[in-house]
């Protein structure tokens, strides 16, 4: 295969992948013990990392050579482990959705712009961060509407819960 063409597929897929990973911010966000599954993704990465750099650095002519395959063989899985941790957790299960109880501490509504927003500007909710007492930790979970307007601190709420494939649960955005 031309070389061109390979690196051309190449800087697509790492874009795909880019992508990818800036979609799954709000899935990350929403599991619960998310940043455990970051660090065990983050080992993980790093054990792989290893034995990819270890398996090809003898394909290095100089040492400047074996130097770079050991950064990308390194650098390139721990930068998208999380998000591969992340979305194998929340895509390869089955549909089952268990229903549990939190305390509801409280819930803010936020709204983003990426320009920002003009003076006197009527601001519109884009959604809502719910904060909930789950399993001894605060949680703070991203919603698309605020819900619980009649709830007040302490009050028992019941939300959707997933079990994910790596065992990390997970509040699915609906």
């Known amino acids: ?49 290893n034995l990819l750099g270890w398996y090809f650095h003898k394909r290095g002519e100089e040492q400047v050579d074996r130097i770079r395959i050991w950064s990308a063989a390194l650098l390139l899985p721990l930068f998208f482990a999380p998000w591969l941790g992340s979305f ?15 305390e509801f501490l409280e819930e803010r509504p936020f709204a983003a712009s990426a320009y920002g927003f003009l ?22 979970l991203k919603r698309p509407s605020c819900e619980f307007y009649e709830k007040s601190n302490g009050d028992q709420i019941t939300l959707p819960v997933m079990k994910g494939f790596w065992g990390y649960e997970f509040i699915p955005i609906e």
């Open 88 to 102: 194998t957790n929340r895509v390869f299960i089955g549909k089952s959705i268990n229903y549990q109880t939190m």
């Open 1 to 49: 295969m031309n070389y061109k063409i390979a690196a051309w597929l190449l800087v697509v897929f790492l874009v795909f992948l880019i992508t990818c990973y800036v979609h799954e911010f709000d899935y990350i966000g929403n599991t619960i013990q998310y940043r455990s599954l970051i660090w065990k993704s983050l080992a993980g990465a790093f054990v792989f990392g």
């Open 119 to 140: 003076k006197d500007e009527e601001i519109k909710e884009d959604g809502c961060y719910l904060f909930v007492f789950y399993k001894r930790n605060i949680h703070r």
